[in-house]
């Protein structure tokens, strides 16, 4: 059966389930909406891959989150430097490493960041927080509020001075937020999750790299458990270090002008945006 198919049904089955049921514990323990245990989603979130891929097939797929902490990988891969650009201060490495311990996941170097980021809802990790995101914003998160909203919310108030009716926010901006043992219910490892924002906009340009020539490995780094990095005394120095999974196939890097090849044992953190059907006609 068509893998994209077969996890169709399957989230067809959970998504009749009621809220919070689909990994619920024995009658035993707890009686209905019972928290749920950590399970990787492994579902082919679109026909073009799972979770790790990072697809993104509409501005409304970026759904609109605010937390205290958030790590941004957009801008990950080379060991080096990269080169100073005009009317910009130095930008630091943000390397992301293939694990010597496993060779499908890279270790990026990423910023931690504060405010509002954006969750691609194709990407989403966690299998619980995909299934209740997905049931209440729609499968490319048309119902709730996100990147398409915020900007027609932004030119409605420019133009007419009014905004059109909010959306709600998606259930997955709630795993975003770490608890009072500095853990988020992304992941059990997961200090902050890797999103996307535009807080870098200004260093790195907003134009990419298209390397959809052909298949190569880059790291979905989108909800990726992350950890800060600390300096000596043990504070946040404004980075974080996350372990995004490696997915094959086509991609985009988030930077204009760059090798498509991130160096030997490296590699993007990336994501790919598939061109429109029928050329967009």
């Given at each position: 059966?068509?893998?994209?198919?077969?996890?169709?049904?399957?989230?067809?089955?959970?998504?009749?389930l009621?809220?919070?049921?689909?990994?619920?514990?024995?009658?035993?323990?707890?009686?209905?909406?019972?928290?749920?245990?950590?399970?990787?989603?492994?579902?082919?979130?679109?026909?073009?891959?799972?979770?790790?891929?990072?697809?993104?097939?509409?501005?409304?797929?970026?759904?609109?989150?605010?937390?205290?902490?958030?790590?941004?990988?957009?801008?990950?891969?080379?060991?080096?430097?990269?080169?100073?650009?005009?009317?910009?201060?130095?930008?630091?490495?943000?390397?992301?490493?293939?694990?010597?311990?496993?060779?499908?996941?890279?270790?990026?170097?990423?910023?931690?960041?504060s405010?509002?980021?954006?969750?691609?809802?194709?990407?989403?990790?966690?299998?619980?927080?995909?299934?209740?995101?997905?049931?209440?914003?729609?499968?490319?998160?048309?119902?709730?509020?996100n990147?398409?909203?915020?900007?027609?919310?932004s030119?409605?108030?420019?133009?007419?001075?009014?905004?059109?009716?909010?959306?709600?926010?998606?259930?997955?901006?709630?795993?975003?937020?770490?608890?009072?043992e500095?853990?988020?219910?992304?992941?059990?490892?997961?200090?902050?999750?890797?999103?996307?924002?535009?807080?870098?906009?200004?260093?790195?340009?907003?134009?990419?790299?298209?390397?959809?020539?052909?298949?190569?490995?880059?790291?979905?780094?989108?909800?990726?458990?992350?950890?800060?990095?600390?300096?000596?005394?043990?504070?946040?120095?404004?980075?974080?270090?996350?372990?995004?999974?490696?997915?094959?196939?086509?991609?985009?890097?988030?930077?204009?002008?760059?090798?498509?090849?991130?160096?030997?044992?490296?590699?993007?953190?990336?994501?790919?945006?598939?061109?429109?059907?029928?050329?967009?006609?």
């Amino acid at each position: 059966m068509n893998p994209v198919f077969r996890c169709l049904l399957k989230l067809a089955v959970l998504t009749m389930l009621p809220s919070g049921a689909a990994f619920a514990q024995s009658s035993t323990t707890c009686d209905q909406n019972c928290s749920a245990p950590y399970v990787p989603n492994e579902f082919w979130t679109t026909p073009y891959g799972p979770a790790a891929a990072n697809i993104v097939l509409s501005p409304t797929n970026f759904l609109a989150c605010t937390s205290t902490a958030y790590a941004l990988c957009y801008y990950s891969g080379p060991d080096a430097v990269p080169k100073k650009k005009r009317g910009v201060s130095a930008l630091p490495a943000l390397p992301c490493n293939i694990s010597a311990n496993d060779p499908n996941i890279a270790d990026c170097r990423c910023y931690a960041e504060s405010g509002v980021s954006y969750v691609d809802i194709h990407s989403i990790r966690n299998t619980e927080a995909y299934i209740e995101t997905i049931r209440a914003c729609g499968i490319n998160g048309e119902k709730c509020r996100n990147l398409a909203s915020d900007e027609l919310s932004s030119r409605a108030m420019a133009v007419a001075g009014g905004t059109p009716p909010s959306l709600p926010t998606a259930p997955v901006c709630n795993y975003l937020q770490a608890n009072a043992e500095g853990r988020t219910p992304m992941a059990p490892d997961a200090e902050l999750v890797s999103t996307f924002s535009f807080a870098r906009v200004k260093s790195y340009g907003v134009v990419p790299t298209d390397c959809t020539g052909s298949a190569a490995p880059y790291a979905g780094c989108m909800t990726a458990s992350c950890t800060f990095e600390r300096d000596a005394k043990g504070k946040p120095n404004g980075f974080a270090t996350c372990r995004c999974p490696i997915f094959t196939g086509p991609y985009q890097v988030g930077q204009a002008g760059v090798s498509c090849d991130a160096g030997e044992g490296n590699v993007w953190s990336a994501a790919y945006t598939p061109p429109p059907a029928n050329g967009g006609q």
